[in-house]
């Protein structure tokens, strides 16, 4: 099973508003193999709290508008990472500080990432093999989703 069409539109949709405001390395990843309480976890950065604050509230603002209601939010008066659960899809906005720290992407390395288009892939956006400029060698690569600036080792 894999994340249903709806689910997949609204991760677009909310990356679109996140990389509006800036939102760096925007990522979302098919959980619906993993969890049975929603399909799609995206995952975006802000770099201090008030980015994610605006990411979050823009984020919020472009779901209402695509007819997705929310039924949970943690985090935001701390703004360090959020929560916003829209049922089929779960947004997390951290602070790229705190991004690093948690690593989503490498909890959930097993799942598969959902193109995002261009415009929904904010500053630094998704790792993706047609974007890579090492001349098609990836002997160091083992299959783990990094953030930019991350060591390999």
């Known amino acids: 099973m894999t994340a249903t069409e709806r689910a997949v539109e609204l991760a677009i949709t909310a990356a679109r508003a996140a990389s509006d405001r800036k939102a760096e390395e925007i990522i979302a990843l ?7 309480l929603t399909d799609v976890f995206l995952i975006a950065s802000g770099t201090n709290e008030r980015q994610v604050s ?8 472009a779901m209402h508008k695509a007819g997705a209601k929310p039924i949970r ?9 959020v929560l916003l659960d829209f049922g089929d899809v779960v947004v997390h906005v951290q602070h790229a500080e705190d991004r690093v720290y948690y690593a ?4 959930w390395k097993d799942c598969p990432l ?12 998704a790792v993706d093999a047609a ?18 600036g991350e060591p390999l080792a």
């Open 30 to 36: 098919d959980v619906s193999e993993q969890l049975v």
């Open 54 to 61: 605006a990411i979050v509230d823009a984020v919020e603002e």
């Open 73 to 81: 939010r943690e985090g935001k008066q701390e703004a360090r990472w």
């Open 104 to 107: 989503l992407e490498r909890l």
């Open 114 to 125: 959902i193109e995002l288009p261009e415009d929904a892939r904010g500053g630094d956006g």
């Open 131 to 148: 974007d890579d400029t090492t001349g098609g060698s990836r002997s160091e690569d083992d299959g783990a989703i990094r953030l930019s």
